[in-house]
């Protein structure tokens, strides 16, 4: 039902309600009848669910198979670690979202809202999620509406709609009936659930509840929408793919040879499976994960809270951040930055009369807080004027003492104005201030070199021209006058004015930002504001900031194809007045182009977008429940700055991932080979160069602290200055596997057929190369550039010191029997250590020939 284009009789009938509200009776029917006032939502909770998510990547599911071949083959040992190190990265991530999810869950609970209602003609305070259809609503200054109302009565009535609308400036709200249906954003005379009174007082009377709200609506809605797969993910599950057929066909190369030779199908399919089992990355994911929830804490302390851990990484990888400017780019506090005063825009010499007239005509309250410091609570233009008064050293709480309120006439939208009749010295005084051109109109004098003159046509004009000047800036302008009168009216108080000029305000950027919208620049990720603010005062802020780039209004974005604005959206920087179907268009044709989406969201109209786009990132102070339930990162400062902040993170995340992955591919890789090689030169299905146990030891020592100390790399040198990575996770890197695996294939070898004639020496001596080999190793995979240049880790060299002592305690106590391994003499030892020297060198210097360069 258009409740808008009702009378209000009609609503009250309509609704089996009255103006004493309703009996209790009537409430317990309606309530069985209706449900809670509550959100209703279709994916609950659910510990257990979030426990068994972290196990759909196809790299875990790889390694479940190769835990159960291996239990299967009676090498249980290799079966509980492989089971141990797919536990641990599932728990990491359980953790992770469990956290996440908890503490959205107590800010829910600390969110809910007390409404005050009619009932049997009695004032009562009930929880919001008691209000039915036919409660009468009692709304003050600062009040949540809690539920979509039509309203009854409005005395000055504001509400900030931005949550619903995006819209940052409060709207005036009436009791009329509206003659024909309107949009959404334009019905004055409705209220909507999540949306709250900034200024006045006023009665409403409850015409929809929980799902069958506005808000209830588009939360059922974004529940339907399946989210978008993480790009991280995506590219995680395309290298395991990779990895699976790899391995797939190197087994049955295994098993093809071995039965040419004449061996066992069974000790033929045996072999083949350790060596698959080897030659997985069983470390990965636990590296990966761990690395993820490292980066996880760090980003807290940025004030950035992951809710899914490969969202990190994706973060960094961004190539669009789609930002709303009210609160994330602005401050969300509306501020004087332009004044019209004695014929000057913006004179050296400030007029205390214009300040004067905005204090004294304003209902901003100062109140003390807990700490004792005073605050202001109101309107946002109303709080602006009340600081620009106090910055030009006027005190409203001393100014409203000395002149006490007679009477005030509240703004509505007929006049366009609002007036307050004070006493001074004796006598009554009235302070206006209202819509320019109104207040123009009803001047026949102002305020000039503090004298009063006639305003003359000329002036009249030139104080237009100023207004005109101002608005085209962006700014929200007021203008201001004020007369002595000797009767209390609203005629008296509004007719036949002093001019005495204008104030122009805008909710400014944080500082900070212009300094992040120019680091995203030299990164290479393109910054769009979608606002639903107007064209004039988007395209302001832009200009502060920095936004370069052509600016189109939800009007203009509507008249453009598909198409169309697929091949001009590069061009575009600036999107304002923009509904939430405009916002789900724009992420759908970015999306179209292959750009990996940062979108950021406070509002309900935010949430569709906030799931669609690959990264969503909610506010955390002021952003609703729907959009953070919506979103993969919650934004606890609501700070533009602390995005990029978190791109950074994310940047340093991806690299050293890339670190990480050559690393182990380089090493285990070598290992399959070295077995691969020895059985086509000696033919000999027995004489294997390295044991499956030996095997999961080196795995076991290189693959662990090594490969998690690369996870914690410092931040390298001009992070932020390259282009974000669309390419898959080997690219840039395969020729440094492939020259790092041969070295160590090499190596390996050279000592397995040097000491051949004893099978356990060669053995222990392989895998001891193996290991010292890959220490040296992981030195080489910090960074392209030369060991020297890149940044020092400590828990690294820890790490790597850690694994030497391992293995060395492996070598030389009764471990050594369990692996097989024999001890080995300072001659060997000096053998080892020289080939492993080689071999770092040698990779030092393919670096500086081939990679030098590439990041």
């Known amino acids: 039902m258009d409740w808008h284009t009702l009378p209000k009789k009609e609503v009250i009938e309509k609704t089996h309600s009255s103006l004493d509200g309703l009996t209790q009776g009537q409430v317990s029917a309606r309530l069985k009848q209706f449900g809670l006032n509550r959100l209703k939502k279709t994916r609950h909770f659910n510990a257990l669910k979030i426990f068994l998510s972290q196990f759909k990547s196809f790299l875990i599911i790889i390694l479940i198979f190769a835990a159960i071949l291996s239990y299967f083959m009676e090498s249980v040992i290799d079966s509980i670690v492989i089971l141990a190190i ?48 036919g409660d009468i609503l009692i709304l003050r200054e600062g009040d949540k509406i809690v539920a979509d109302a039509r309203i009854l009565e409005s005395n000055g009535l504001k509400v900030n709609e931005a949550a619903l609308t995006g819209e940052s400036v409060s709207e005036e709200k009436i009791s009329e009936f509206l003659k024909s249906s309107v949009p959404l954003a334009d019905r004055v005379n409705m209220l909507y659930q999540g949306t709250q009174v900034v200024s006045g007082n006023g009665k409403a ?15 059922g809605l974004v529940q339907e929408v399946k989210a978008e797969k993480n790009p991280f993910k995506e590219k995680l599950d395309s290298f395991a793919k990779k990895i699976g057929i790899f391995i797939l066909i190197l087994s049955g190369l295994v098993i093809g040879l071995l039965l040419l030779e004449g061996a066992e199908i069974f000790q033929s399919f045996l072999v083949a499976v350790s060596l698959a089992v080897s030659a997985i990355p069983e470390g990965l994911p636990a590296v990966i994960s761990l690395g993820l929830a490292f980066a996880t804490r760090r980003m807290i302390k940025r004030n950035v809270l992951i809710r899914k851990l490969p969202a990190s ?10 930002v709303d400017k009210t609160g994330t780019i602005t401050e969300e506090e509306m501020k004087v930055v332009s ?42 233009t109303e709080k602006a004027l009340v600081l620009s008064a106090k910055e030009n050293l006027l005190d409203k709480k001393r100014l409203t003492e000395i002149e006490p309120k007679v009477r005030e006439f509240p703004f509505d939208s007929k006049r366009k104005m609002m007036s ?48 005109e000047d101002m608005a085209k800036k962006g700014l929200r302008v007021l203008g201001f006058a004020s007369k002595w009168v000797k009767r209390v009216s609203v005629d008296a108080a509004e007719n036949k004015l002093i001019f005495i000029g204008l104030q ?57 194809t598909d198409q169309q604005l697929f091949d001009n959206i590069n061009k575009i920087s600036v999107f304002s007045r923009i509904s939430p179907e405009d916002k789900l268009r724009i992420v759908n044709i970015l999306k179209h182009k292959k750009e990996i989406v940062a979108m950021t969201g406070d509002g309900v109209n935010d949430a569709l977008a906030l799931k669609r786009a690959d990264i969503g990132i909610a506010m955390g102070k002021r952003g609703t429940d729907v959009a953070r339930d919506s979103s993969d990162i919650i934004l606890m400062d609501d700070n533009f700055a602390s995005i990029v902040e978190g791109v950074k993170e994310g940047r340093r995340i991806y690299d050293n991932v890339k670190k990480f992955i050559k ?29 499956p146990l030996q095997i999961l030891w080196i795995n076991l020592v290189t693959d662990s602290f090594p490969a998690l100390a690369l996870s914690v790399e410092p931040i390298g040198k001009g992070i932020m200055k390259r282009k974000p990575s669309k390419q898959g996770i080997l690219k840039g890197i395969v020729g440094f596997i492939l020259v790092a695996g041969f070295l160590a294939l090499l190596i390996d070898f050279l000592f397995f057929y040097w000491h051949i004639n004893s099978i356990d020496k060669a053995r222990t001596m392989v895998v001891t190369a193996s290991i010292m080999f890959e220490m040296l190793l992981v030195f080489n995979c910090k960074s392209n550039k030369s060991i020297f240049e890149s940044p020092w880790n400590k828990y690294l060299v820890f790490a790597v010191l850690f694994s030497i002592g391992l293995h060395i305690a492996a070598l030389y106590t009764p471990l050594s029997g369990l692996f097989s391994f024999v001890a080995l003499g300072l001659f060997d030892w000096l053998w080892i250590i020289g080939l492993a020297l080689g071999g770092f060198i040698l990779v030092e210097i393919f670096k500086a020939i081939f990679m030098r360069g590439k990041g």
């Open 205 to 219: 009377i409850v015409v929809r509840t929980g799902m069958t709200t506005e808000l209830g609506k588009i939360s």
């Open 339 to 380: 004044i019209y005063a004695n014929g000057r825009l913006n004179p050296q010499k400030r007029k205390s009369m214009l300040f004067k007239v905005g204090v004294l005509c304003n209902n901003a309250r100062i109140e003390e807080g807990e700490n004792g410091e005073d605050y202001l609570i109101g309107d946002p």
């Open 86 to 133: 797919i536990i641990l990265n599932s728990g990491l991530g359980f953790s992770q979202e469990y956290k996440a999810e908890k503490a959205i869950q107590s800010l829910k609970k600390l969110m809910v809202p007390i409404a005050k209602v009619f009932r049997e003609g009695k004032l009562v305070k009930v929880n919001s999620s008691g209000v039915v259809p």
């Open 313 to 322: 990484e994706t973060l960094g990888r961004a190539t669009i951040i789609c």
């Open 420 to 467: 307050v009749i004070r006493k001074s010295k004796g006598k009554l005084i009235s302070y206006v201030k209202g819509a320019p051109e109104k207040i123009i109109n009803r001047c026949d004098f102002e305020l000039y070199n503090g004298r009063i003159v006639r305003l003359t046509e000329v002036r009249r004009e030139n104080i237009i021209k100023a207004y």
């Open 663 to 691: 690393f182990l591919l380089a090493a285990n890789f070598s290992e399959v080979f070295l077995v691969l090689l020895v059985i086509l030169l000696w033919r000999n299905p027995e004489l294997l160069p390295i044991l």
């Open 504 to 560: 122009g305000m805008i909710d400014p950027p944080r500082p900070e930002v212009k300094g992040a919208i120019q680091v995203c620049k030299e990164a290479g990720i393109k910054v769009l504001m979608i606002t639903g603010d107007s064209q004039l005062t988007a395209d302001a802020v832009a200009k502060e900031i920095g936004l370069t780039g052509e600016s189109i209004s939800s009007r203009q974005l509507q008249e453009m």
